[in-house]
C-alpha cells in the first residue's frame, strides 16, 4: 500500500500564496478555480511522487526542487521523506534568496 509524503508550508510559501490568490481574484473566478484546481492535482501528486519536479537550475541545491503550476513555480525541498514548500513564485521573477 502506498503512503503519502507529508506535506508541509513554510510560513514564507503560505504568504506567497494568499497573495498570488489575492492577485489572481481580479481575474475572472474560472481562471482562479482553474489554478486552484491544478495546485491541488499537482500537489496530490507530490505526495506520491516527491522528485517529479525538476532540480532548479539557478540555485545549487541538490533537494531543492520546482513544479509548475500555471504561471507560478511551486518551489520544495525533498529531504527525510517529507516535502516542504518553500516558495511560490510568478515564473518571470528573480528567486532571490530562499
Not at 498570488?20 to 500537489?43: C, F, G, M, Q
Not at 539557478?58 to 520546482?66: A, M, T
Request: hydrophobic share 40%; glycine share 4%.
Amino acid at each position: 500500500m502506498d503512503t503519502a509524503t507529508p506535506v508541509i508550508w513554510k510560513d514564507e510559501a503560505k504568504e506567497d500564496l494568499r497573495d498570488i490568490l489575492h492577485y489572481l481574484s481580479r481575474s475572472p473566478s474560472a481562471y482562479v478555480e482553474n489554478w486552484s484546481d491544478e495546485l491541488t492535482k499537482k500537489l496530490k501528486l507530490l505526495e506520491s511522487f516527491p522528485e517529479m519536479g525538476r532540480k532548479v537550475p539557478e540555485k545549487e541545491l541538490s533537494h531543492l526542487r520546482e513544479v509548475l503550476v500555471g504561471n507560478y513555480r511551486l518551489l520544495y525541498i525533498y529531504f527525510h521523506d517529507m516535502i516542504t514548500i518553500i516558495a511560490v513564485r510568478h515564473q518571470a521573477s528573480q528567486l532571490g534568496k530562499l
